[in-house]
């Protein structure tokens, strides 16, 4: 009874396998020389193609129970043992591929390279093109520093001068004015030196003709 019901289980899980296992899947012929694929699921059926290892297939179905595999490979359908087909690419497959993918990021990674060495270049022209600005900033820094105090100095220099024209201006004025107050001392001495004259003048001529005719005369009896 027991083995009546083992052989059940089996014949359920088998055909439960054969209803749910994938329509369509990809996979490769494993790692061999060559698989034979047949019209039928032995050995005894007609041989349709040799697959060599490598060779990608579509799994239209899976028989569990003979362990063979229906694929299609291009226009032509056949059946194969399952156990040559894996749902990865052989090792040799795979080892070609990533030499390809290497080949293929090294071309690639070729003008990343130069455009990253461009970038450094670049990165290192600017760092100098700043420390040259910096040196620039800083001479310029103290030259205008200095232009600063050239133009301080030459503002002292520009109001004392202002001062000085102001306060030559001032004595210019007071000079003018002891020019005209001399000039007016000088025309009222010269008035009053001709005045002087005039009253001298005067006077001799009034000594002359009037002090003779205050002297006494002397009669003529005295004479005689």
């Known amino acids: 009874m027991k083995k009546v ?17 994938p329509a369509q899947s990809e996979q490769w012929v494993t790692d061999e020389l060559s698989v034979t694929m047949r019209s039928g699921k032995s050995n005894q059926h007609k041989i349709i193609k040799f697959l060599t290892s490598g060779t990608k297939v579509t799994v239209l179905e ?17 059946w194969v043992v ?3 087909l894996n749902g990865e690419k052989p090792p ?6 990533a030499k390809a993918t290497i080949a293929q990021l090294t071309d690639n990674s070729t003008p990343i390279q130069k455009k990253l060495a461009d970038l450094e270049t670049k990165s290192l022209n600017q760092g100098n093109e700043i420390g040259s600005l910096k040196t620039s900033n800083q001479t310029l820094s103290v ?3 200095r232009i600063r105090q050239v133009a301080g100095g030459a503002l002292n220099l520009n109001e ?11 004595l210019q004025n007071d000079v003018d004015l002891l020019r005209a107050e001399n000039e007016r001392l000088t025309d ?20 002359a003709l009037f002090v003779p005719r205050l002297a006494p005369r002397k009669n003529h009896s005295e004479w005689n």
């Open 188 to 207: 009222n001495t010269k008035v009053e030196w001709f005045l002087n004259g005039i009253f001298a003048v005067g006077f001799g001529v009034f000594i």
């Open 143 to 145: 030259e205008l520093k």
């Open 92 to 97: 040799r497959e795979q080892l070609a591929d």
């Open 62 to 78: 899976v028989d569990e129970e003979t362990g063979y595999s229906l694929v299609r490979v291009g226009s032509k359908e056949g």
């Open 5 to 21: 019901t083992s052989i059940a289980l089996t014949t359920v899980t088998l055909a439960l396998l054969l209803i749910h296992s």
């Open 82 to 84: 399952s156990q040559y």
């Open 160 to 170: 004392q001068n202002h001062n000085l024209i102001e306060k030559n201006q001032m």
